[in-house]
Nanobody
Framework: VQLQASGGGLVQAGGSLRLSCAAS????????LGWFRQAPGKERELVAA????????YYADSAKGRFTISRDNAKNTVYLQMNSLKPEDSAVYYC??????????????????WGQGTQVTVSS
């Protein structure tokens, strides 16, 4: 399984970005999908996650009300729409996938597949 993230960039505070993550390879092995981020000197944080069906989602408190995660299983792609961006949202964003339908999507230890990351920089 390969995950390819894209859509990062430089944006002013208050702006929006839409990240995409396309899966390839053994995509039938992927169930839950999540977006993580890591800023310099900080631990990797789960920002949002979505179940295979899309019926269940998880958001970190920092993302609630501003970010929306969605997926298109026909395209093997997961998206993260980020609105009202703040400088503290600046980080490398990674998409990750779970290899079992029985994993809980907020469980950060249960992500088996990782993308390469895309940089998001929010200027003040």
């Amino acid at each position: 399984v390969q995950l390819q993230a894209s859509g990062g960039g430089l944006v002013q505070a208050g702006g929006s970005l839409r990240l995409s993550c396309a899966a390839s390879g053994r995509t039938l092995s992927i169930y839950g999908l999540g977006w993580f981020r890591q800023a310099p000197g900080k631990e990797r944080e789960l920002v949002a996650a979505i179940s295979w069906s899309g019926r269940s989602t998880y958001y970190a408190d920092s993302a609630k009300g501003r970010f929306t995660i969605s997926r298109d299983n026909a395209k093997n792609t997961v998206y993260l729409q980020m609105n009202s961006l703040k400088p503290e949202d600046s980080a490398v964003y990674y998409c990750a996938g779970q290899g079992s339908r029985y994993y809980s999507i907020p469980d950060i230890s249960k992500y088996d597949y990782w993308g390469q990351g895309t940089q998001v920089t929010v200027s003040s």
